[in-house]
């Protein structure tokens, strides 16, 4: 009996080491070995163990974080909704929308063992050959925006019209995406994404509808809920299908970034509070079209590829999907732009999907978007898609590229 005391006395010391050593708190171990072997049977019998381990906690404001403690999307939003800085309603979009990118991300990593690459044989709104993943993954974001039961109004770059989701609008969001931007690049799987923003609604906004008389009245009070600036956007984001999936999102205070953990699929927050450099050495262009710019942006391109005194150019980078372009010029810094050309008179981007939503995540994050001459969250939306100019990145690299252009 003696032996197989020391022996639990032994095991029992043990554990308490071994817990010590990577406990957040500073154990302190009180115990007592000098117990004769009869009183030592008592007790046992008293329920008492050979040795007496006492915790003791020095500090608890000292405690480390631990290196399993992670911080998923929906902890970070529930804690933005205690702090009152969105309410459960927009909790609840958000989480829909990254469910959304998440049965999208599945999507694109399968595209082509599941037969979703090339054309699907028709034509959108924008006059675009639509792509097969174009049309499931407007789908998909559409059913989730659904199934929330707290979206009146979405309006998606693929579809000709806003849809009122019910007739009853017991929603009260307006939510406005880009399903898969970048799509064109899907067969040769480089990096997209979905582009989302979304609104509250305003009757005061006035859009011009006299190009489709066919329009019924519920379609048109969409148009003009749907038709405002950048300025009244209450969340912004995007999520980049590439090597990792990455969601970032702001809410109007500050820009966090999210990457999908394959383990458990969840997005768990790596980057918060992210913030763009004030100046880069990067420019993202397609210059296959330089021969249609203006003079001014020639010369600005050129001055750009000039050594000069430091004897080193700008780097040209260019993806060829906004989200891809953006994500990098976000982290590094530099200059992504979309101009207006003699064959695009207005550029190809549109302003409530892709320029306003990019333009408001940029500015939270201390950079700048422009569509040359102007801010791009004060345009006033005229019509569901139209198209602008965009010039995004940090602060003095679109503030030079202004100068040239003024």
């Known amino acids: 009996m003696a032996a197989s005391t020391a022996t639990a006395s032994h095991l029992i010391f043990s554990s308490s080491q071994s817990i010590s050593r990577f406990s957040p708190f500073q154990t302190l171990a009180s115990c007592s070995s000098?117990?004769?072997?009869?009183?030592?049977?008592?007790?046992?019998?008293?329920?008492?163990?050979?040795?007496?381990?006492?915790?003791?906690?020095?500090g608890a404001a000292t405690r480390r974080k631990s290196g399993y403690e992670i911080e998923t999307l929906t902890n970070w939003l529930l804690k933005q909704e205690q702090a009152g800085t969105i309410d459960a309603e927009l909790t609840i979009v958000l989480?829909?929308?990254?469910?959304?990118?998440?049965?999208?991300?599945?999507?694109?990593?399968?595209?082509?063992?599941?037969?979703?690459?090339?054309?699907?044989?028709?034509?959108n709104v924008q006059g675009e050959d639509q792509k097969k993943l174009d049309v499931v993954s407007n789908e998909v974001f559409s059913n989730c925006l659904r199934s929330s039961g707290r979206t009146g109004i979405i309006a998606s770059e693929e579809e000709d019209v806003p849809v009122a989701v019910e007739e009853s609008y017991s929603g009260n969001y307006i939510v406005v995406f880009d399903p898969l931007d970048g799509s064109s690049n899907i067969d040769a799987a480089v990096s997209t994404g979905s582009i989302f923003g979304i609104y509250s609604p305003n009757d005061e906004c006035l859009a011009d509808t006299e190009a489709d008389s066919t329009l019924d009245s519920i379609h048109q009070r969409c148009v003009v809920n749907v038709c405002q600036p950048g300025n009244n956007l209450l969340a912004a984001g995007y999520c980049m299908y590439s090597s990792s999936v990455i969601f970032v999102i702001t809410i109007g205070k500050g820009v966090y970034a999210f990457t999908l953990d394959p383990m458990?699929?969840?997005?768990?927050?790596?980057?918060?509070?992210?913030?763009?450099?004030?100046?880069?050495?990067?420019?993202?262009?397609?210059?296959?079209?330089?021969?249609?710019?203006?003079?001014?942006?020639?010369?600005?391109i050129d001055d750009l590829k000039d050594p000069g005194p430091s004897g080193k150019p700008y780097s040209s980078r260019y993806i060829g999907s906004l989200v891809g372009d953006f994500h990098r010029t976000l982290l590094y810094g530099g200059i992504y732009g979309y101009p207006r050309d003699t064959k695009s008179k207005n550029g190809k981007l549109r302003?409530?999907?892709?320029?306003?939503?990019?333009?408001?995540?940029?500015?939270?994050a201390g950079g700048k978007g422009s569509d040359g001459h102007t801010r791009v969250l004060d345009i006033q939306p005229t019509e569901i898609h139209q198209r602008v100019p965009l010039y995004i990145g940090s602060v003095e690299e679109v503030e030079k590229l202004e100068k040239y252009l003024a």
Do not use: H
């Open 351 to 364: 302003l409530l999907y892709e320029c306003a939503p990019m333009s408001f995540i940029v500015e939270q």
């Open 34 to 58: 000098r117990t004769s072997g009869g009183a030592r049977r008592r007790q046992l019998a008293a329920g008492g163990g050979g040795v007496r381990c006492m915790a003791v906690a020095e």
């Open 95 to 123: 989480s829909s929308i990254s469910m959304a990118c998440k049965q999208i991300a599945s999507l694109v990593q399968r595209a082509s063992i599941s037969n979703l690459t090339g054309v699907q044989g028709a034509v």
């Open 264 to 300: 458990f699929g969840e997005f768990v927050l790596t980057q918060e509070n992210v913030q763009i450099p004030k100046a880069g050495k990067i420019y993202s262009f397609n210059e296959g079209n330089y021969q249609m710019w203006d003079d001014k942006l020639k010369k600005y």
